[in-house]
């Protein structure tokens, strides 16, 4: 399978050998896409069995954020087939941390539901995230929302890709708006703005730009590789809630960095957007 196969990618099967290399052989791109997008049609099945139902198990987790048992359940789904399939790799799981080699090359950053507690008012707007880590890049990503009928996946190089609504299957690209007073911008809750004293920061960028919503989460950053939003901002965000996402963004071919600037998915904060407005909005925020 190639990666400029898309609509075979996301076809691959949930079952049998999809995404597992030749024997001996170092996973190829192709591979680990195909794994990724059949990890992501495992877990679509569970979440949205699991989804609106009326004996949904939600608990509070130390830092008072909801865990369901859908969470719990396709982490631990996706670590055990990935136990099978790429035993030297190592997970990193929102729900359960880092297992298997600490320092190992390969390490796959999942967020089982991102969006939880959408999932558990039942608002649809939540998914899951996975993404590839090799020599500390991020090399494949998928987000899959199936409650909105919606995907989004990329691998180093091959472009990215979504499945839309109606099931078609497209290139995405970002936007070519090149003044802020032009663009639309995304973030998340006005909460955890405030709760880092940083709201004032998010309100001189959004005084500049032609229109703002609070979609939040993954949606706003897909958005932004779909090019129907122009940059996104988030003042509190862990690995796992961007690691997917990071590539997604680059190989529509945007930006994605903290809100100081500095590239990747593990620094805190993050800003995407389609690159032209990066350093205008970067301005807004303290360093």
Do not use: C
Not at 266 to 277: A, D, I, K, P, W
């Amino acid at each position: 399978m190639k990666l400029s196969d898309p609509a075979a990618a996301v076809s691959a099967p949930l079952t049998g050998t999809a995404g597992e290399p030749a024997d001996g052989a170092w996973p190829t791109p192709a591979d680990d896409l195909a794994l990724a997008l059949s990890l992501a049609d495992a877990a679509d099945k569970i979440t949205l069995a699991r989804f609106q139902a009326v004996d949904l198990r939600v608990e509070s987790k130390p830092d008072n954020t909801p865990v369901s048992d859908a969470d719990t359940a396709v982490e631990s789904m996706i670590r055990e087939r990935l136990a099978v399939v790429r035993p030297d790799d190592a997970v990193l799981g929102e729900e359960e941390g880092l297992a298997g080699a600490g320092n190992a090359r390969r390490r796959w950053i999942l967020d089982p539901v991102d969006g939880t507690k959408n999932f558990v008012r039942g608002v649809p707007v939540w998914g899951t995230l996975l993404g590839l880590e090799v020599d500390g890049e991020i090399v494949a990503g998928v987000a899959s929302a199936p409650a909105m009928g919606r995907r989004w996946w990329a691998a180093k190089g091959g472009g990215a890709f979504t499945r839309t609504a109606t099931g078609d299957t497209r290139a995405l690209r970002v936007s070519s708006v090149t003044r802020l007073e032009d663009a639309f911008l995304s973030f998340a809750s006005i909460e955890t703005w405030t709760e880092r004293d940083r709201l004032a920061e998010l309100l001189h960028l959004a005084g500049q730009v032609w229109r703002t919503r609070a979609y939040g989460d993954f949606w706003s950053h897909m958005m932004v590789a779909e090019g129907a939003v122009d940059v996104a901002a988030e003042s509190v965000v862990s690995l796992w809630d961007l690691a997917a996402l990071q590539i997604i963004v680059e190989e529509a071919g945007g930006r994605f960095t903290d809100l100081r600037g500095v590239r990747g998915a593990g620094h805190g904060t993050v800003l995407s957007s389609n690159g032209l407005l990066h350093d205008a909005s970067l301005v807004s925020f303290k360093a």
